[in-house]
């Protein structure tokens, strides 16, 4: 079946740091890849999404190529501020149906 | 303003006494979905509706029922919770259903059964 798997956290960074949180899938077939995020207390909402392999998303400073040769989707971002400090799922869903995978979360702390 | 909203937000109950957990979106979405989180398993869905009166089962829909009457709401029914579905539980919607969607979420219920 299809699975995504991300790195285990918490990831922690101070203000100003390189993020990279890692995401790879396992599907078959080609699906559209998304990351979304969750701040303490609220609901899921979406980062950024491509659809198609080769794609970046990209949203508020962070970005993610679509890599199909490494069925890869890695997150990142060049500076990290302290209200980026949230837990972050890397998704897929094929064509056809909003029916998400996800994978367990990553959360990131980020320090003043 | 465009949102999923779901009542309660918190809930405790006890082991046999039946529950509905309502969901609710105004942007006249076609999709909408049940997910529990719980820690070291991420979402898993528990629920689907394509459209009124088409619902599927996900991936943990035992204990659970759902109904689609209303494009807008999909509400979330345990007819006799037992303490293993302790959750958060979240509704999302999208506008057609299809994989390229983005699903918007509600807030979230906080679930405890006793």
């Known amino acids: 079946g299809n699975s995504v798997t991300q790195m285990e956290g918490p990831v922690t960074l101070s203000e100003e740091a390189f993020l990279t949180i890692n995401c790879t899938y396992t599907?078959?077939?080609?699906?559209?890849l998304f990351w979304y995020v969750q701040y303490p207390g609220e609901g899921l909402q979406l980062l950024l999404k491509?659809?198609?392999?080769?794609d970046k998303g990209s949203n508020k400073g962070f970005e993610a190529t679509y890599r199909k040769e490494t069925t890869s989707f890695h997150l990142e971002k060049g500076s990290v501020q302290v209200s980026d400090s949230a837990v972050y799922f890397c998704?897929?869903?094929?064509?056809?149906?909003?029916?998400?995978?996800f994978g367990k979360g990553t959360m990131l702390l980020v320090s003043p | 303003e465009a949102q999923v909203t779901q009542n309660p937000r918190y809930l405790i109950t006890v082991t046999g006494k039946k529950l509905t957990v309502t969901c609710s979106q105004n942007m006249n979405h076609e999709y909408m979905s049940w997910y529990r989180q719980d820690p070291g398993l991420g979402l898993r869905q528990i629920y689907y509706?394509?459209?009124?009166?088409?619902?599927d089962k996900g991936d943990v829909p035992e204990g659970y029922k759902v109904s689609r009457k209303e494009k807008r709401n999909f509400p979330l029914i345990l007819e006799s919770p037992s303490p293993n579905q302790t959750s958060l539980y979240f509704c999302?919607?999208?506008?057609?259903?299809?994989?390229?969607?983005?699903?918007?979420f509600g807030p979230g219920t906080r679930l405890t059964v006793l």
């Open positions: 599907a078959t077939g080609y699906p559209s």
């Open positions: 998704a897929l869903s094929f064509s056809g149906y909003s029916t998400l995978t």
């Open positions: 491509a659809t198609k392999a080769d």
């Open positions: 509706s394509m459209n009124v009166e088409v619902t």
């Open positions: 999302a919607s999208s506008f057609e259903g299809r994989g390229t969607d983005t699903q918007y």
